[in-house]
T-cell receptor, first 113, second 116 residues
């Protein structure tokens, strides 16, 4: 069975600080897909990234970067120079042979001005 | 359109009443998924469709929940005889593939169901 663990329940940083959100997954699949979603206070789920298990290249998109390491089953997310608008709950998720998303429990990020 | 449209945004039902939620996926997306978000951060998969066919229904509490995706109509999720524990936000998502290819799964803004 798949499992996604986001051990950090809440993180609080001051604007312009860098912050890393951790995600550890468990799977028996050899082919699988990992995602990050942002859920701002308004409640919608915003897609951030999708990564397949065969692509361990790190990715950077503006202030966002992702570090995928199969050896440690981790898919961590870093926000550089955080801004107040980054305040949200961030979810890591996995899909594979079960053909449904398994979400982590989310990390509430608060960026203080 | 480029968004998944869920209606209504809010729904209040008395215990035992029926609730029906709707989801219009993005045109061209073959897959539709329904998730239930309870206690703010816990997501539960309910059911998925490939076009009008059930793709995976392993998460559905079949006694009271049913869902359909018919051609040329929004998909629907119906709860017969709602219970207090059904209070949650119900999200619909659509995608070009079950793996969430290209741009991941696009989620609607959700329907908040409150059972009183």
């Amino acid at each position: 069975a798949q499992k996604v663990t986001q051990a950090q329940t809440e993180i609080s940083v001051v604007e312009k600080e860098d912050v890393t959100l951790d995600c550890v997954y468990e799977t028996r699949d050899t082919t699988y897909y990992l995602f990050w979603y942002k859920q701002p206070p308004s409640g919608e789920l915003v897609f951030l990234i999708r990564r397949n298990s065969f692509d361990e290249q790190n990715e950077i998109s503006g202030r966002y970067s992702w570090n995928f390491q199969k050896s440690t089953s981790s898919f961590n997310f870093t926000i550089t120079a955080s801004q107040v608008v980054d305040s949200a709950v961030y979810f890591c998720a996995h899909t594979g042979s079960a053909r449904q998303l398994t979400f982590g429990s989310g990390t509430q990020l608060t960026v203080l001005p | 359109g480029e968004e998944v449209a869920q209606t209504p945004k809010h729904l209040v039902r008395g215990e035992g009443q029926k609730a029906k939620l709707y989801c219009a996926p993005i045109k061209g997306h073959s897959y539709v998924f329904w998730y239930q978000q309870v206690l703010k951060n816990e997501f539960k998969f309910l059911i998925s469709f490939q076009n009008e066919n059930v793709f995976d229904e392993t998460g559905m509490p079949k006694e009271r929940f049913s869902a359909k995706c018919l051609p040329n109509s929004p998909c629907s999720l119906e709860i017969q005889a709602t219970k207090l524990e059904d209070s949650a936000v119900y999200f619909c998502a659509s995608s070009q593939s079950w793996q969430g290819a290209n741009y991941g799964y696009t989620f609607g803004s959700g329907t908040r169901l409150t059972v009183v």
